[in-house]
């Protein structure tokens, strides 16, 4: 029996509604999207074992796989595990990497060592994920000892919103940094998910049962 038509994007949850609205603006139906948590971020040794088993769970339900995450801290035990696995992913160390370009985010990083970074993602779930998640808010001694060799929180902004704009700049007040904003897009995201949902890319994995 063949496999199904459709592709499938295993994505980091914080990709989600970035994801969904490529596939809307872009008419990819056929494009499957299949999100881990977004709480994996604060736990990059789960990442590996997890993607491998939504890779494990679709074998022989789509035609291609695109893994959509960066090495998010895995410290290269994603790239192994995806190239003993057959499947590609976005390029890049992080989201904050492919969301600003690689040459820009190099740029950043660059200028200011101690940059703390946030998307239109994390900003709106700064409290779960931040202080909540790193226990900052029932802790707030962890403060420095997260936060103390940053000087910097650089909002990369998906959409332009003052609304979040001013949410950014009340987050970089909480952590006691300095403020910055780039209005970034979808970046290389945009690029990356339209090789995989293109009928004829090379780069994504196909099983035949």
């Known amino acids: 029996m063949g496999t199904q038509p459709a592709s499938l994007i295993i994505a980091c949850g914080a990709l989600a509604r970035e994801i969904v609205a490529l596939r809307t603006l872009n008419n990819w139906p056929h494009l499957a999207v299949q999100c881990l948590p977004a709480d994996l971020h604060n736990r ?113 902004a998906q959409v332009a919103s003052e609304e979040r704009i001013a949410a950014g700049r009340a987050a970089a007040e909480r952590l006691g940094l300095a403020f910055e904003t780039h209005l970034t897009g979808y970046g290389d ?5 339209a090789q995989a949902a293109s009928p004829t890319t090379t780069h994504t994995i196909a099983w035949q049962n």
């Open 44 to 156: 990059p040794e789960k990442i590996t074992d997890a993607v491998r088993a939504k890779i494990h769970a679709a074998r022989g339900q789509f035609a291609s796989i695109f893994v959509a995450y960066a090495d998010c801290g895995t410290g290269g035990q994603l790239d192994r595990m995806l190239a003993e696995e057959g499947v590609e992913r976005i390029p890049g160390a992080h989201c904050y990497e492919f969301f600003a370009g690689s040459a820009a985010f190099e740029a950043m990083a660059e200028a200011e060592l101690g940059t703390f970074y946030l998307t239109d993602f994390l900003l709106t779930h700064f409290d779960r994920l931040i202080l909540r998640g790193l226990g900052i808010d029932k802790h707030p001694q962890l403060l420095p000892i997260y936060f103390g060799n940053y000087k910097k929180l650089t909002y990369l």
């Open 189 to 193: 995201l945009a690029t990356s998910l």
